[in-house]
């Protein structure tokens, strides 16, 4: 079993910056992908960024390209997602995910946080 907890999560002006952060604990070894993704009012969630642990080779979705990073430190279990250049449209909650396949897919990843906010504002 495998427990994901983001933080960072918060309220920001637009082209204001957040790191967040996605702690895994428990069965870290059945974690060979990790990812990002967010939900917005009255939309679905959507793949933003995804890692492979092994060598940290980086996706990204079209929208975030050029302004979000998401790295790891294998040492710490720990994956975050550096936001620079926030808009309003990225006003969501964001989850982290995990599991042994990646990909932009969420059916792909076995486990995933409670989610944090990140919220903003014009």
């Known amino acids: 079993q495998v427990q994901l907890v983001e933080s960072g999560g918060g309220l920001v002006q637009a082209g204001g910056s957040l790191r967040l952060a996605c702690a895994a604990s428990?069965?870290?070894?059945?974690?060979?992908?990790g990812g990002w993704f967010r939900q917005a009012p009255g939309k679905e969630r959507e793949f933003v960024a995804g890692?492979?642990?092994?060598?940290?080779?980086?996706t990204y979705a079209d929208s975030v390209k050029g302004r979000f990073t998401i790295f790891r430190d294998s040492a710490k279990n720990t994956a975050y997602l550096r936001m620079n250049s926030l808009k309003p449209e990225d006003t969501a909650v964001y989850y982290c995910?995990?599991?042994?396949?990646?990909?932009?897919?969420?059916?792909?990843?076995?486990?995933w946080g409670q989610g944090t906010q990140v919220t903003v504002s014009s």
């Open positions: 890692i492979r642990w092994i060598d940290g080779a980086t």
């Open positions: 995910a995990a599991g042994r396949d990646g990909g932009t897919g969420g059916n792909s990843y076995n486990y």
């Open positions: 428990g069965r870290t070894f059945s974690i060979y992908n």
